[in-house]
């Protein structure tokens, strides 16, 4: 498991990404899960989904500026989303 306390600054950087990430997971599910409940029941408005996406997103960024510093490749292309993640071997 990551040690927020470590000394080791990647492995700190590791833990708050990871703390980031199942945060933004929790609190995008706890919405939807809401979507279903709040009037009109089984109907998850747009805003709720919106909100889902922009949490997602936060996270996502995190990992991905922690991969450049870790010097990995990053590949985003924008129609239909796709992002890939790589790591140079020389």
Same mark, same amino acid.
């Given at each position: &498991? *990551?040690?927020?306390?470590? /000394?080791? /600054?990647?492995? %700190?950087?590791? *833990?708050? *990404? %990871?703390? *980031?990430? +199942?945060?933004?997971? #929790?609190?995008?599910? +706890?919405?939807?899960?809401?979507?279903?409940? &709040? !009037? !009109?029941?089984?109907?998850? $408005?747009?805003?709720? +989904?919106?909100?889902?996406?922009?949490?997602?997103?936060? !996270?996502?960024?995190?990992?991905?500026?922690? #991969?450049? &510093?870790?010097? &990995?490749?990053? @590949?985003? =292309?924008?129609? =239909?989303? @796709?992002?890939?993640?790589? /790591? $140079?071997? $020389?």
């Amino acid at each position: &498991m *990551c040690n927020i306390h470590s /000394k080791d /600054k990647q492995e %700190r950087e590791c *833990c708050v *990404c %990871r703390i *980031c990430f +199942l945060i933004s997971l #929790a609190v995008s599910v +706890l919405l939807i899960v809401g979507g279903f409940i &709040m !009037p !009109p029941q089984g109907e998850i $408005d747009g805003s709720v +989904l919106t909100a889902v996406g922009e949490l997602a997103v936060f !996270p996502t960024l995190a990992y991905g500026f922690r #991969a450049i &510093m870790m010097g &990995m490749e990053i @590949h985003i =292309n924008h129609g =239909n989303t @796709h992002i890939e993640i790589t /790591k $140079d071997e $020389d």
